[in-house]
C-alpha cells in the first residue's frame, strides 16, 4: 500500500467517524472528536511559537541581545497568580489592562470600519439617477430607518406609523438572516460536497 492509499484511507475513516454523530451519540465519534481537538490545540501551540513568540520575542531577547523583553515573560507569568488568593490581585490588574486596551483597540476599528459605512448610507433619492440605482437607494434608505425604529426602545410604539415601520423593520431583519442563514447553510453543504466526493472519487491509484 503506498504512501498516497494510507492517507487517503485515514482521512476517509475520519470523515466517516466524524459523520457517524448523524446516526447517535457513539464511541467512535468521541475517539475521533478528541483526536481532531489534540492535533488541533498542538497546531495551534506550534503556530503561536513559530509566528509569534519566537520571531517576536524569543529571537529579538536571545540572538539580539534584546533582555529587557524578559520582563514579558514576567508579566505573561503573573496571569497564573489567578490561582494562589494572596496574589490573585496581580491577575486582576493586567485583565483590566488588557480589557481597556482591547476596548480601546475594539473602538479604533469600529470607528473606521463602521463609520464611513455609516456615512454611506445617506443615499440620493431625488438626483438623476438611473431608476434602478435610485430604487436601490430608497429600499436601503428604507431598511435602515425601519430597522431603527424596531429597535428604538426609548418610548411604547403607539401611533400606527411608528408601529408600521417597525413592523416592516422586523420582516426586512427576518428577510435579511434568512438571507444569512441559507449561504451559512450552502457554505456547510459546500464542505459536505467536497469530503463525499472526496470519499468517492479522491482515492489514488493502488500501487506498490
Do not use: C
Not at 100 to 124: D, E, H, T, V
Amino acid at each position: 500500500m503506498n504512501l498516497d492509499l494510507a492517507i487517503w484511507a485515514l482521512a476517509a475513516l475520519s470523515t466517516l467517524a466524524i459523520f457517524s454523530i448523524l446516526y447517535r451519540e457513539n464511541p467512535v465519534y468521541r475517539l475521533f472528536e478528541h483526536i481532531f481537538i489534540g492535533l488541533a490545540t498542538g497546531y495551534g501551540i506550534s503556530i503561536l511559537w513559530t509566528q509569534v513568540l519566537l520571531p517576536n520575542w524569543w529571537t529579538p531577547m536571545a540572538g539580539d541581545g534584546k533582555w529587557p523583553w524578559i520582563f514579558a515573560l514576567v508579566v505573561g507569568l503573573m496571569f497564573y497568580t489567578i490561582y494562589t488568593p494572596r496574589y490573585a490581585w496581580m491577575s486582576r490588574l493586567l485583565m483590566a489592562t488588557l480589557m481597556g486596551m482591547s476596548a480601546g483597540i475594539f473602538f479604533q476599528g469600529f470607528a473606521r470600519l463602521y463609520i464611513p459605512q455609516l456615512a454611506a448610507s445617506f443615499l440620493p433619492l431625488v438626483q438623476p439617477e438611473p431608476p434602478y440605482v435610485l430604487f436601490r437607494n430608497l429600499v436601503i434608505v428604507v431598511t435602515i430607518v425601519t430597522v431603527m425604529t424596531y429597535f428604538f426602545f426609548s418610548f411604547e410604539h403607539r401611533s400606527k406609523v411608528v408601529r408600521g415601520s417597525a413592523s416592516l423593520g422586523r420582516w426586512l431583519l427576518m428577510i435579511a438572516f434568512g438571507a444569512i442563514f441559507g449561504s451559512t447553510v450552502m457554505a456547510r453543504m459546500a464542505l459536505l460536497t467536497y469530503r463525499i466526493w472526496y470519499l468517492l472519487q479522491g482515492r489514488p491509484e493502488i500501487g506498490t
